[in-house]
């Protein structure tokens, strides 16, 4: 999206509400009662009007509009997630690669049921079609052709397993439940069964029961992620000490696989190390970039949507469109995002974050595009939340105070925006808005007389900007009025 037509901030001042006017003004200041507000980096008469102070806030704010050079901040955070092409494909993961990879295999127990008598023509229709659906990710269809494979012949524990997979990849827990259950029985507690039934009752929040299973496989895990998921179940039960432990064996033992590195980050969160965490979340970001080979879907979604209009691209890119998978459908909304489609990332990133709720970068995503689209409420709900999962990040904390401003809620934009520049002092737009925003609070801290609060502000503004004429001229004053006050007193 080109700079200028970047949706920032400029909505505020294009609001007709008016606040009070103010009625009376101390003596002691009446004849410099101007407090002026540069808009601007560079100083022009316009951005230097007087703001009287028997003139709202609200007013001053839409007599005074925004350049250019004061949208960088939000095009600059908008950016931050959006990369070329070949970086959001190797920021992906494709869900054959990671969650659903025992469907590419049967666990021992299973695979030697298949010395068993040859299958009819009619079992071994409905089992290679069943498997073809898998492979497409087609997993309903999946289930009507596995389904039909055990009427004809019920023993087929393989296949049984594939029904329990794919009811499990639709999220339809009590049949796959079901399924895997009877699996346990009759292959005598397959660890790949135990595997599944551990990652139903985590699903579940039956953390207990999800624990003791995948305690009794870690030793020999049928999947190399199964001490993930231990460290997760851990996690959510709050016993940090056990889910760092099972994270870093998980993380040291799949050096591919992003998802520890990412949950340890979270365990360090809560455990108040931010500086470990944003390791693991560097670590985390950098172990997507390995997953190119598995994104083919979204290398089409994107040609597509590059070369034809959205209604004809919209059907490959729905391949992508996973309701079971956070990682595919975050990327969906990225592609869509990338090709300024923000209307139609919401739907993959909204599903994302109810399968991953804690997930960083889906709400991040899902307010960059609600900004995007002048939501700003909505956008404020999901920085808000990107920012208490990840504190530390600079991008959302700009963002979600750029958001907080153009809602007119200042004081919660300063204290976001003052963060992110203690984040990132270097970034001239950050600061830009900051010293706005703390010279429109000392501006209604003054026209409510609290003065000590209205110079607190005015220090902010005068450290940003030292050589600020105008932030030295209201500093002055209100030392003055400050002094002549105690004097009195």
Not at 131 to 148: D, G, H, P, S, T
Not at 230 to 235: R, V
């Amino acid at each position: 999206m080109p700079p200028h037509e970047y949706p920032i901030l400029k909505d505020r001042f294009n609001s007709g509400t008016k606040k009070p006017t103010i009625a009376t003004e101390p003596e002691a200041i009446m004849a410099t009662n101007r407090v002026t507000s540069p808009l601007t980096e560079s100083g022009s008469q316009e951005s230097r009007k007087v703001l009287k102070r028997s003139n709202s806030c609200e007013k001053n704010r839409r007599r005074h509009k925004y350049t250019e050079s004061d949208n960088k901040l939000a095009m600059r955070t908008a950016k931050t997630f959006e990369q070329t092409i070949c970086t959001l494909i190797r920021f992906t993961a494709i869900v054959l690669t990671i969650s659903l990879a025992p469907c590419s295999g049967s666990p021992t127990t299973i695979r030697a049921n298949e010395d068993s008598p040859a299958l009819t023509s009619a079992v071994q229709s409905h089992v290679g079609k069943g498997y073809e659906f898998v492979q497409n990710r087609k997993f309903q269809q999946a289930v009507e052709e596995f389904q039909k494979a055990l009427d004809l012949d019920p023993g087929l524990t393989r296949v049984r397993y594939q029904l329990g997979v794919s009811y499990f990849a639709l999220q339809q827990w009590p049949e796959s439940r079901r399924e895997f259950e009877r699996l346990s029985r009759e292959t005598h507690n397959d660890s790949a069964v135990v595997y599944y039934l551990a990652r139903l009752d985590l699903q579940e929040d039956k953390l207990e029961g999800a624990i003791n299973q995948l305690k009794k496989i870690a030793a020999d895990p049928p999947f190399p992620d199964t001490s993930y998921y231990l460290g997760s179940a851990y996690l959510k039960e709050g016993q940090l000490a056990e889910a760092e432990t099972w994270l870093k064996k998980a993380s040291e033992s799949n050096p591919r696989d992003f998802r520890p590195p990412e949950h340890l980050a979270r365990v360090y969160l809560r455990a108040g190390r931010r500086a470990e965490a944003e390791q693991q979340f560097t670590v985390s970001s950098e172990r997507r970039q390995h997953y190119n080979d598995a994104a083919r879907q979204a290398v089409d979604c994107v040609q597509e949507l590059t070369k034809q209009p959205l209604e004809e691209a919209r059907a490959v890119c729905r391949a992508l469109f996973d309701p079971g998978d956070p990682d595919k459908l975050t990327t969906l909304g990225m592609i869509y995002g990338e090709q300024g489609y923000f209307q139609e990332s919401l739907e993959p990133f909204e599903k994302a974050a109810l399968l991953d709720p804690d997930s960083f970068e889906t709400s991040y995503n899902l307010g960059l595009s609600y900004f995007r689209l002048k939501q700003y409420v909505e956008a404020q709900r999901w920085l808000a939340k990107a920012v208490d999962l990840r504190p530390d990040f600079f991008a959302s904390n700009a963002l979600l105070g750029a958001t907080l401003f153009t809602l007119k809620e200042d004081e919660a934009a300063y204290k976001a925006l003052a963060h992110a520049y203690e984040l990132n002092p270097q970034d001239a737009d950050t600061a830009t808005l900051l010293f706005q925003v703390s010279m429109l609070l000392a501006q209604q801290r003054w026209s409510r007389n609290e003065y000590r609060e209205s110079l607190g502000f005015l220090q902010k503004a005068n450290a940003l900007r030292p050589e600020d004429p105008e932030v030295q001229k209201r500093l002055a004053e209100m030392k003055a009025l400050l002094g002549t006050k105690a004097s009195s007193e």
